[in-house]
C-alpha cells in the first residue's frame, strides 16, 4: 500500500490525496518568531493552508495534526476521510493541540466502511476530532461521522450496516465554532437501492442497521458554539426487503459538558446553540412509496429498537449553558408489512436522560422521546395480517447539588407506546417517565409539562383480535429539591380497540408525586388546568376484557405539594364487556387506587395545596372508543379505593371532590352490576382547611332496556373519619 504525507504547505488551488495506506498531514514547523530578521522565513513555514476544497483520503488511516504555533485550513471544504481495507473498517482523527484550524465551507472528518462483497456487511471505523487547547472554526457544517451502510452480499441479499465511533472532544480550553456541528455513528442496512439511471433494487431478505458510538464533550473550561445547531446521533435503521426487511437498533449517543480534564484547573465548559438534539432511534424496514421511483412491499416488517441517549452537564455553580430546543430521543418504530398473512415489526424505545449535577442548563423547550410504535400490516386477501408489538422505554430528568435546569417554554416526554393497525393487533406497553430534584436541584418548566406514558392502538375498524394494553409509570420526585411548571398534563392511560374476535385487557399505570426533605413540586400557573389520568378502556370483543384502572399517589413528607390552579386527578377503568359473554364470563370496569397523603417530619414541613380537584376512581360499563354505552356486550362497573390519610402538616383546598363508584352496563339484554368502591378521608393530625370536602363510592346499576332486567346497585364505603388534628370546613358530606 502506498502512503501519502503532507507538511508545510501553501497550496493555492483545489487538492485531492489518495492513499491506499496511510494519509498523514498537517504542518511540522513553528509559526517564524519575532525579532531581528535577517532574511524572510519561508511564508508556508508552520502552515498548511489550502486555497480552496483539500479531500484526503487514507484507505488504511487518515491523520491530520495542528499543534501549538501552527495553522491549518482551507477557504473551500475540507475532507478527511478513511473507508478502510481489506475488510478492516477506517480510521481517522483530526487533532488539534493549542493551534488553529479553520474551515470556510464544510469541514468533514469520516471513517465509514466498505461492504464485504461476499458477505455485504459494512462496519464503520473510528472518527475522532480532539481539540485540545486549540481554536476550531468551521464556516459551514462540522461532521465527524463513522457511519456505515450495508450492501448486497454474493447471494442478492442484504448485509448489515453497523456503525463505528465517532467522536468531538473538545479540552482544557479548546474552542469549537461552526454553523452546524454534528457527531454521527448511524447504521443502515444494505438491500434496497434507488436511482434515477440504476433503477431501484429490492433484495428478497434485507439487512440490519446498527447504531455505533457518539460522542460529544467539552472538558475544563472549553466551548462548543454552534450558530444553527447541534446534532449528536446513532441510529439504526433496516432496510426494506420484499420478503424480510432488516431491523433498526439504535447506538450510544451523548452530550457531556463538565468541568476536569487533563490539566488541574478543573474550569467550567459551556455550550451555546439554537437547537440541539440527540438521537438512538431505531427504525424497522418495511413497506415504502416513495415519489419519483413508486411503492415496495414487504411481507414482514423489520423490528425497531431504540439505544441510549444522554446529556450530561456538570458545570459549576457560575457556569450557564444554552441549549435551545432539546430533543433527546430513542424512540423504537416498527416496519409495516403487506401480503398474505403480513406481519409487522415490533417496536421498543429504551432510554434517555438529562442529567444536571451544577451550574444552570437553559433550554427553549425540552423533548423527551422513548416511544414505541410497532410496525402496521395488511393482508387484503385473507385478513390475517398481524401487527408488532410496542413497548416504550425510559425518559429520564435528574438534576442535583444546587444545579438548575430552567426551560422557558415547555416539556413533552412520551413513553408511550401504540400498536399499530393490523387484523391482528399486537401488544402496547408503554415506559417510565421519572424527574428527580435531590440535593437542592431546580427543575423550573415555565409552559406546561407533558407527561405522556400510555398504550395503546392506532385508530382503525374492522380488528379480529387485540392483545392487551398496559400504562407506564410516571414518577415526580422532590427530595430536598424543587420541580415547578407551569401546569402539568399526564397521562398513564391504557386503552384496547373494539374487536370482532379476542380482545386484550387494559390496566392503567402510576402516576406518583412525592416531595420530601423540604423538597417542593409545584404548579404555578393560576390560569392554566392541570389533569393526570391512569385510566384504563377495554374495548367490545366476543368475550370481553376488564379494564383497570391504575395508581395515583401525592405524598408529602417532610415537602410541599401545590397547584395554584383546578387539578383533576383519574384512575378510573371503563370495560365494553363482550358481545357473546355468559354470566360467568362478564367483564369488569374496575376503578383503580388513589392515596393523597401527609406525613410526620422534623419541622413539620409536610403541606398539600389545591384550589379545587377531583379524584376518582371510578369503574364502569362502556362501549370503547368507538361506540356509545348502548353497543351490545356486557360488563359490570366497580369502584376503585381513594384514601386521604393526612397525618401532620397542611392540607388546603378551595373544595375536594372524591368518587370511587360504579357504574353498571346497559344494554338491550339487561343491566348489569354497579358497585361502589371505598372513598375515605382520614385524619389524625395536622390542619386541613377547605371550602367544601364530598366524597362518594356509589353503586348505579346499568338499566335494562326493552323490557331486560336491571342491573344491580351497591354502594360502597364512603367515611370522612376526623380523629385528630384542627379541621376548617364549611360543607362536609359522603355518600
Request: charged share 10%; glycine share 22%; aromatic share 4%.
Amino acid at each position: 500500500a502506498a502512503n501519502i504525507t503532507i507538511i508545510d504547505s501553501i497550496i493555492r488551488s483545489d487538492i485531492t490525496a489518495h492513499a491506499s495506506g496511510a494519509f498523514v498531514g498537517g504542518p511540522v514547523s513553528p509559526l517564524p518568531s519575532g525579532g531581528p530578521v535577517t532574511s524572510a522565513p519561508p511564508p508556508h513555514l508552520g502552515r498548511l493552508v489550502v486555497q480552496g476544497d483539500a479531500t484526503f483520503t487514507g484507505d488504511a488511516s487518515a491523520t491530520f495534526a495542528v499543534g501549538a504555533n501552527q495553522i491549518a485550513g482551507t477557504t473551500g471544504d475540507f475532507t478527511l476521510q478513511s473507508g478502510g481495507v481489506n475488510g478492516a473498517p477506517g480510521d481517522t482523527t483530526l487533532a488539534v493541540t493549542d493551534g488553529a484550524f479553520a474551515v470556510v465551507g464544510n469541514a468533514t472528518i469520516a471513517a465509514g466502511g466498505s461492504p464485504d462483497a461476499a458477505t455485504g456487511d459494512s462496519q464503520g471505523g473510528t472518527a475522532a476530532m480532539v481539540v485540545n487547547g486549540g481554536t476550531v472554526a468551521v464556516g459551514g457544517t462540522l461532521n465527524v461521522n463513522a457511519n456505515a451502510t450495508g450492501g448486497f452480499d454474493a447471494g442478492g441479499n442484504g448485509g448489515d450496516g453497523t456503525a463505528g465511533s465517532a467522536a468531538l472532544d473538545v479540552q482544557d480550553g479548546g474552542s469549537v465554532t461552526a454553523d452546524t456541528i454534528s457527531v454521527q455513528a448511524n447504521g443502515r442496512g444494505g438491500g434496497f437501492t434507488t436511482g434515477l439511471i440504476t433503477g431501484t433494487t429490492v433484495a428478497d431478505v434485507s439487512g440490519n442497521g446498527q447504531g455505533g458510538t457518539a460522542g460529544l464533550v467539552a472538558t475544563n473550561g472549553s466551548t462548543i458554539t454552534a450558530n444553527t445547531a447541534i446534532n449528536v446521533s446513532a441510529t439504526g435503521t433496516g432496510a426494506t426487503g420484499t420478503t424480510q426487511s432488516g431491523s433498526g437498533t439504535g447506538g450510544t449517543a451523548t452530550l457531556r459538558i463538565a468541568i476536569g480534564g487533563t490539566t488541574a484547573t478543573n474550569s467550567p465548559s459551556t455550550l451555546t446553540s439554537p437547537v440541539t438534539t440527540v438521537d438512538t432511534s431505531g427504525v424497522g424496514g418495511g413497506s415504502v412509496s416513495l415519489p419519483i421511483f413508486g411503492t415496495f412491499l414487504s411481507e414482514n416488517g423489520g423490528d425497531g429498537t431504540g439505544g441510549f441517549s444522554d446529556i450530561l452537564y456538570e458545570g459549576d455553580i457560575s457556569s450557564s449553558s444554552s441549549f435551545g430546543a432539546v430533543t433527546l430521543a430513542a424512540a423504537g418504530i416498527g416496519g409495516g408489512a403487506n401480503g398474505a398473512n403480513a406481519t409487522g415489526g415490533n417496536a421498543t424505545g429504551v432510554r434517555v436522560r438529562i442529567q444536571s449535577s451544577a451550574g444552570t442548563l437553559a433550554a427553549d423547550s425540552l423533548t423527551l422521546n422513548t416511544s414505541a410504535t410497532s410496525g402496521g400490516a395488511n393482508d387484503v386477501s385473507g385478513g390475517n395480517a398481524t401487527s408488532g408489538n410496542a413497548v416504550g422505554g425510559l425518559s429520564s430528568i435528574f438534576v442535583e447539588n444546587g444545579a438548575t435546569l430552567a426551560v422557558s417554554g415547555g416539556v413533552a416526554a412520551d413513553a408511550s407506546a401504540i400498536a399499530a393497525v393490523a387484523d391482528n393487533i399486537g401488544q402496547s406497553t408503554a415506559g417510565d417517565i421519572r424527574v428527580d430534584a435531590t440535593r437542592g436541584g431546580t427543575v423550573a418548566v415555565n409552559g406546561v409539562f407533558q407527561a405522556n406514558a400510555s398504550a395503546g392502538q392506532f385508530v382503525g375498524t374492522s380488528f379480529q383480535t387485540t392483545g392487551a394494553s398496559f400504562g407506564g409509570d410516571v414518577v415526580f420526585t422532590a427530595d430536598g429539591g424543587t420541580i415547578s411548571a407551569g401546569s402539568f398534563a399526564v397521562e398513564a392511560d391504557a386503552t384496547t380497540k373494539n374487536v370482532a374476535g379476542a380482545g386484550g385487557r387494559s390496566g392503567g399505570g402510576i402516576i406518583a408525586i412525592s416531595a420530601l426533605n423540604n423538597g417542593v413540586f409545584t404548579a404555578q400557573d393560576s390560569a392554566g388546568t392541570n389533569t393526570f389520568s391512569a385510566d384504563a378502556v377495554a374495548g367490545l370483543s366476543d368475550l370481553g376484557n376488564d379494564a383497570t384502572g391504575g395508581t395515583i399517589e401525592l405524598v408529602a413528607n417532610g415537602g410541599s405539594i401545590n397547584f395554584q390552579a383546578a387539578s383533576d386527578f383519574s384512575a378510573s377503568g371503563t370495560a365494553a364487556g363482550g358481545a357473546t359473554a355468559s354470566a360467568s364470563t362478564i367483564a369488569t370496569g374496575q376503578g383503580g387506587s388513589i392515596l393523597v397523603q401527609s406525613l410526620p417530619s422534623s419541622a413539620d414541613t409536610s403541606a398539600i395545596g389545591f384550589t379545587s380537584v377531583t379524584f376518582s376512581s371510578d369503574g364502569s360499563a362502556g362501549g370503547g372508543i368507538e361506540g356509545s354505552g348502548s353497543l351490545g356486550g356486557a360488563a359490570a362497573g366497580t369502584g376503585g379505593f381513594t384514601n386521604f390519610d393526612i397525618q401532620a402538616g397542611t392540607l388546603t383546598a378551595n373544595s375536594i371532590a372524591v368518587s370511587s363508584s360504579g357504574f353498571g352496563g346497559s344494554v338491550q339484554a339487561g343491566g348489569y352490576e354497579g358497585t361502589g368502591g371505598t372513598a375515605t378521608f382520614d385524619q389524625t393530625g395536622g390542619t386541613v382547611t377547605v371550602d367544601t370536602l364530598s366524597v362518594s363510592a356509589d353503586g348505579f346499576g346499568g338499566i335494562g332496556m326493552e323490557a331486560g332486567v336491571s342491573g344491580r346497585g351497591d354502594g360502597g364505603i364512603a367515611a370522612i373519619n376526623l380523629y385528630g388534628g384542627t379541621t376548617n370546613a364549611n360543607l362536609i358530606s359522603a355518600s
